[in-house]
């Protein structure tokens, strides 16, 4: 009970963490000259398909932010394995990873399960890829932070706007959003439908995001917009793509983007 266990590490994401490095210097490498972006990024909406296909755009998005206040990451995404009723926070002391452990903020973690209802520990939840696949991109970017993850299933977004809305009021709290878009299209569908949920996104238009959007992490995108908006935040997309790029398969694709918020 005293670590939350990798279970995509190998698959999804290398085991070795010299591997993870490498893969994230050649991301960089192939990077054009840093975007300004005129805001210091508060929270970003990051894939979390395999580095293979996914990686490029979300380390895109991770190489733009201003970690040296942030001390603690907040981790939010979609249950794929298990039905879970509302949410769990993540009550372990540490998270296992190839690059070695992170400690997990307990008292934060504690503090809201307390303070929302939706809210529980359910540790079937936390063999998650979701959540997962971000933690080798803190670790790369993030110094001496601690990490809060949460893991939701069948809860309205509106539940976790408050929880995202206390993260963003926090300058040192840095909020992570995980999710794809859309799933098994032809790569011109997949553009016709990914090009609703990008601008919706960057507009944090919520009216936007019910019109044909699809991503499977739909409901934190949901929160993090709404409580972006409501502090007067600004977005930005930094990175769109398919699984095309890798695979040149125009068949059945599946969308990424990431975006930074702030």
């Not at 878009?181 to 601008?199: G, Q, T």
């Amino acid at each position: 009970m005293n670590e939350r266990q990798m279970s995509v590490a190998g698959t999804f994401y290398p085991a070795q963490c010299d591997e993870i490095n490498r893969y994230i210097d050649t991301f960089n490498e192939a990077l054009d000259v840093k975007t300004d972006l005129g805001f210091t990024p508060r929270a970003i909406i990051s894939p979390h398909a395999g580095y293979v296909y996914s990686g490029f755009t979300a380390n895109a998005a991770y190489a733009l932010i201003d970690t040296a206040k942030i001390k603690r990451v907040l981790v939010i995404g979609p249950s794929h394995r298990v039905y879970l009723r509302g949410a769990s926070v993540a009550l372990y002391e540490n998270y296992a990873s190839p690059c070695g452990e992170l400690k997990i903020d307990q008292a934060y973690s504690k503090a809201l399960i307390d303070r929302y209802d939706a809210l529980t520990f359910e540790p079937s939840a936390h063999s998650e890829h979701s959540t997962e696949t971000q933690v080798p991109f803190i670790q790369h970017y993030f110094a001496d932070v601690s990490l809060v993850e949460i893991v939701y299933g069948d809860i309205d977004y509106r539940e976790l706007v408050p929880v995202v809305e206390d993260a963003l009021r926090d300058e040192q709290t840095f909020v992570v959003i995980s999710t794809d878009l859309s799933h098994f299209y032809s790569l011109e569908e997949a553009n016709r439908l990914d090009s609703v949920c990008l601008k919706a996104v960057v507009e944090m238009d919520l009216d936007g995001l019910n019109a044909g959007c699809e991503a499977c992490g739909m409901i934190g995108v949901k929160a993090v917009t709404t409580a972006a908006k409501s502090a007067g935040m600004q977005s930005r997309l930094i990175d769109y793509r398919t699984s095309y790029d890798a695979s040149s398969d125009a068949d059945s694709v599946v969308g990424y983007m990431s975006v930074l918020l702030g």
